[in-house]
């Protein structure tokens, strides 16, 4: 490749804030999206597609590569978001199975469950650097080019009225989206750096706790293991809390020891490492082998499923937490059987398809 900017390029990031930044004159607000981040680098017929961690994902998204060819401009480098739709909202675990070593196994997933690319930044043009330009004119260079795309590569749509934003933040997430990114519009392009904004929900749930995991530094608490019963009453593991300062992790081992199950045949989630053969009758089970990093120890240490806590989430994947949910105290008023699916907010559907109509 012989781009103005060549990869790998870590992408610009946002920290979180808590309640919509105000209309401040210069701030850009857009959907944050619930998928993969790539910066797609295309030098003609040469295409890089670069994650989060500068790693290449070309190879598991032949189609991505190939709608690349056909819908972005000759020479061009370009951050946003690989999704996967089904039906009408966002499906981050069809997603997750595109990761995978055999290329048979790529090229099969490619055909049944393709992914799109959406757009929202713009590093370089032709033979031009836009890295250092503000935000305010890459959108605008990027809408140039990308305002009417209808395939596989849509441009986000963006807004500059803080209260449409808010209405936004509400009804998105019915399609599968996980808040609004806000972006000064002076901002240059700063890779690896926090200096947008993230805008994301934040409700409650109390859980069983049912096991915890080591940390990787020695023999004190990593994540407690978290529990949720289904209407047939079995507890399916739907996350971990895995946020302590480490003399805590160190005093949860002692407050945890009562409820340690040396019989793990008795635990509910006894059969984990049957799961992680690939059997697990439909329950969700925590000892599946990680997708991302196949050495990872996922063994946990089983406790009896009679304590309760509250976490924080920001929304549900499926039938588990999309992302760590955060410890907020403990619930001894609480009884396990009450913690189940039932208690959890579901957000009212909304159509991707408006959301990604050209011109919105």
């Not at 949910?325 to 408006?354: H, I, K, M, N």
Request: aromatic share 10%; glycine share 8%; proline share 8%.
């Amino acid at each position: 490749m012989a781009l103005p900017v060549e990869p790998p390029v870590a992408p610009m990031l946002a920290k979180a804030v808590k309640g919509m930044p105000p209309q401040d004159g210069s701030l850009f607000y857009e959907p944050k999206w619930d998928g993969f981040r790539c910066i797609v680098f295309r030098d003609g017929d040469e295409i890089y597609l670069g994650s989060r961690n500068e790693r290449p994902f070309t190879r598991y998204f032949p189609e991505l590569v190939e709608a690349v060819k056909k819908e972005l401009p000759e020479r061009c480098v370009v951050d946003g978001e690989i999704v996967i739709v089904q039906g009408d909202a966002l499906d981050f675990d069809s997603l997750q199975q595109r990761i995978h070593p055999a290329a048979s196994r790529v090229k099969l997933l490619s055909e049944q469950i393709p992914a799109s690319f959406v757009a929202f930044d713009l590093l370089a043009l032709g033979s031009d650097n836009l890295m250092d330009q503000p935000f305010a004119a890459r959108r605008a260079r990027l809408e140039e080019v990308l305002g009417d795309a209808s395939g596989s590569v849509r441009l986000t749509p963006v807004t500059r009225d803080d209260k449409v934003a808010g209405e936004w933040f509400d009804m998105f997430e019915g399609a599968g989206l996980d808040g609004i990114v806000v972006k000064p519009g002076d901002l240059p392009y700063a890779p690896d750096k926090r200096v947008m904004f993230k805008v994301k929900h934040e409700r409650t749930a109390d859980c069983v706790v049912a096991g915890y995991r080591e940390h990787k530094s020695g023999p004190v608490v990593g994540s407690l293991l978290l529990g949720l019963y289904s209407a047939d009453g079995r507890l399916h593991h739907v996350g971990v809390a895995a946020s302590f300062p480490m003399k805590r992790r160190a005093e949860l081992v002692e407050e945890l020891a009562p409820y340690r199950m040396d019989d793990l045949s008795e635990h509910p989630w006894g059969a984990w490492a049957e799961f992680a053969a690939g059997g697990s009758d439909g329950q969700r089970l925590p000892g599946a082998v990680s997708r991302w990093n196949a050495k990872k120890d996922l063994s946990f240490i089983p406790l009896r499923p009679e304590l309760v806590i509250e976490v924080a989430y920001d929304h549900m994947e499926g039938d588990r937490f999309r992302h760590t949910a955060q410890f907020r105290r403990w619930r001894e008023d609480r009884t396990p059987s009450s913690c189940t699916y039932e208690q959890l907010e579901r957000p009212v559907r909304y159509d991707l398809g408006e959301i990604l109509a050209p011109g919105r």
